[in-house]
C-alpha cells in the first residue's frame, strides 16, 4: 500500500485518510466546529482514548473534494463563529494535504484550527501549513522530558520547541494539558509548566483536560493491553487544584 505521503495526490486530486468526521464539535476550538479526524499517529501515548487511530492502514482514504463539499454542508452552521479543526491521530502526519484543505478554506473565510501534540521537525511543509493556521491546539504531553518519554515513547523537546515558533511568529494556541493522577499532576511539573507557558506570548487559553478511561475498550477491541487500568480517573477536585496551580 503507498505511504500517505505518495499517495495525497493521484490523479489530479488530493487525498487524506481520514478515522471519522464530527459535524457539530463544541470542545476542539472556538463556536461549532467541523472536525476532521485523520489516521495516524507516531506517539505511543499509554493513556490514549483514541487507540485506533494510530496505523496508517486504518481508516478510509477521502478526496479533498469529498471533505470540502461535507464541510460547505455545515457551513451555515460553523460560519462565521466556529470552523474546522482536524485532529486525530496526529494530524500533521498528513501536512501536504491539509495545506491544500486550508487554501481552500481560506478562500471561504472559514476559520481553520490544528489539534496536535507538536513533536514534528519545523519542515517547510509544516511552516506553510501554519501560516494557513488561525489558531493551534498544542497537547503539552508532559513538561518534565524523562516522564514524557515515559508516558508517550517521545521526548518533549520538539513539542516546546513548537510552541516557541507558534509563539515567535504569533501564531495563537491554546495549551492543552491532559490531568493524569500520579502523572502530570505532580505540583512542581504544574510549576514548571506554568512557567514555561509564561514566556510564550500567543497563549490564548490553557485548558486542563480530565483523564479518563473511555478508550479503554478500543484497546481491548484491537486486543491490546490498555496500560493506564489501574489508573483513576481525574476528579473535579484534582481539575480544580490544578487550575490554581497553572492559571493563578
Known sequence: ????????????????????????????????????????????????????????????????????????????????????????????????????????????????????????????????????????LLDIKHIDDEKCKQLVGWSNKLELEFAKYLSDNGIPMWIRQVLIPGYTDNKNDLLKLKEFISKLKTVQKIEILPYHNMGQYKWEKLKQDYPFKDVRTATNIDVERAKKILLN
Open 1 to 136: 500500500m503507498l505511504s500517505i505521503e505518495q499517495s495525497t495526490k493521484k490523479y489530479n486530486q488530493y487525498y487524506a485518510k481520514v478515522h471519522s468526521i464530527e459535524s457539530f464539535g463544541t470542545v476542539d476550538g472556538p463556536g461549532i466546529r467541523f472536525v476532521l479526524f485523520l489516521q495516524g499517529c507516531h506517539l505511543k501515548c499509554k493513556y490514549c482514548h483514541n487507540r485506533d487511530t494510530w496505523h496508517m492502514n486504518g481508516g478510509k482514504y477521502k478526496s479533498l473534494d469529498e471533505i470540502m463539499e461535507k464541510i460547505l454542508h455545515y457551513k451555515n452552521y460553523i460560519y462565521p463563529n466556529g470552523g474546522v479543526t482536524v485532529t486525530g491521530g496526529e494530524p500533521l502526519i498528513q501536512a501536504k494535504f491539509l495545506i491544500e484543505l486550508f487554501t481552500r478554506l481560506k478562500e471561504q473565510n472559514i476559520h481553520t484550527c490544528i489539534d496536535t501534540s507538536g513533536m514534528f521537525q519545523l519542515t517547510d511543509d509544516i511552516k506553510k501549513l501554519l501560516e494557513l493556521t488561525d489558531l493551534v
